[in-house]
T-cell receptor, first 113, second 113 residues
Framework: AQTVTQSQPEMSVQEAETVTLSCTYD???????LFWYKQPPSRQMILVIRQEAYKQQNATENRFSVNFQKAAKSFSLKISDSQLGDAAMYFCAYIPGNTPLVFGKGTRLSVIA | NAGVTQTPKFQVLKTGQSMTLQCAQDMNHEYMSWYRQDPGMGLRLIHY???????DQGEVPNGYNVSRSTTEDFPLRLLSAAPSQTSVYFC????????????FGSGTRLTVV
């Protein structure tokens, strides 16, 4: 079974500090796509960032960046200058081949003022 | 452009009742999927479709049926509701191929008593 593991059920960060959320995955595919989704209390699923596995350069979106280690099958999310609005559930997910998104169990991020 | 529309937003069912969760998208997306979200479990795939007339099972299909008669609609049917089906249900859609970003509906919170 193809799986995504988020080893940190809960994390907290001080406002304006940096936090890294961990994600590992298991796939036999050579070409796949990786994502981080944010789910605030409104429960809406919001795409934060995505990475194509064939690209060596790590994706960045403003304060959000990833550390993609293909050989280690690791895909961590770094949030810089954390803001109160970053508090949410964060899900790591990937598309293995031609099938739908596979999600991890999520990390609940709290931001402390 | 409405995106992905799910109805209803909330529903309470009695054990043994049947119902249909509606999902419609207006983006001409080929791919559509149903997920359920339970605390500590992330989002798990129930059923998915890669085009009209084509459906397939996901990780947790038991107790659910789907059909895809049009590109726009992908209803999820609960045949005989059970308390174990109490969950939040998400419908999602995407274009085929590439680093396709999924668009999610706002979810349906279903309680089976």
């Amino acid at each position: 079974a193809q799986t995504v593991t988020q080893s940190q059920p809960e994390m907290s960060v001080q406002e304006a500090e940096t936090v890294t959320l961990s994600c590992t995955y298991d796939t036999s595919e050579s070409d796949y796509y990786l994502f981080w989704y944010k789910q605030p209390p409104s429960r809406q699923m919001i795409l934060v960032i995505r990475q194509e596995a064939y690209k060596q350069q790590n994706a960045t979106e403003n304060r959000f960046s990833v550390n993609f280690q293909k050989a280690a099958k690791s895909f961590s999310l770094k949030i810089s200058d954390s803001q109160l609005g970053d508090a949410a559930m964060y899900f790591c997910a990937y598309i293995p081949g031609n099938t739908p998104l596979v999600f991890g169990k999520g990390t609940r991020l709290s931001v402390i003022a | 452009n409405a995106g992905v529309t799910q109805t209803p937003k909330f529903q309470v069912l009695k054990t043994g009742q049947s119902m249909t969760l509606q999902c419609a998208q207006d983006m001409n997306h080929e791919y559509m999927s149903w997920y359920r979200q339970d605390p500590g479990m992330g989002l798990r795939l129930i059923h998915y479709s890669v085009g009209a007339g084509i459906t397939d099972q996901g990780e947790v299909p038991n107790g659910y049926n789907v059909s895809r008669s049009t590109t726009e609609d992908f209803p999820l049917r609960l045949l005989s509701a059970a308390p174990s089906q109490t969950s939040v249900y998400f419908c999602a859609s995407s274009l085929q191929g590439g680093a396709r970003a999924y668009t999610f509906g706002s979810g349906t919170r279903l309680t089976v008593v």
